[in-house]
């Protein structure tokens, strides 16, 4: 992506969209958003720290998300929290349509397992 390129209709790279999804419950901090990717994926995409941070800091500056304050009490000042913006979330909202169309595709075609 380009800086500041809000197109929703662009494709997002897996980590991005692994990314947005587990934020869009509620802001996570770095390693938390990681955990929720783990979890959602039964552990089939693990997001190393490389690819996390690299993709939050460019996910940060194309405004797809943004930096918060960390909720009172959390016990760790040095942890940087992010919420979905409203362009990250219409992002989103977008490649989860592409997917949708794609698994709608593979059930007609009797891709997917139980499907004929």
């Known amino acids: 992506m380009s800086p500041k390129n809000t197109n929703a209709a662009a494709p997002l790279k897996t980590a991005v969209f ?13 390693l938390g958003i990681a955990d929720v990717v783990e979890e959602n994926t039964a552990g089939a995409i693990r997001l190393g720290p490389g690819t996390l941070y690299r993709s939050l800091k460019e996910m940060t500056r194309d ?32 490649e989860a349509s592409r997917y949708e169309r794609i698994v709608n595709i593979s059930r007609k075609r009797a891709v997917l397992p139980g499907t004929r």
């Open 63 to 94: 405004g797809l998300v943004r930096e918060v304050s960390a909720p009172a009490g959390d016990e760790d000042p040095r942890r940087k929290f992010y919420r979905l913006t409203r362009s990250g979330r219409a992002a989103l909202r977008a």
């Open 18 to 30: 692994h990314i947005l999804l587990a934020l869009s419950d509620g802001d996570h901090h770095g």
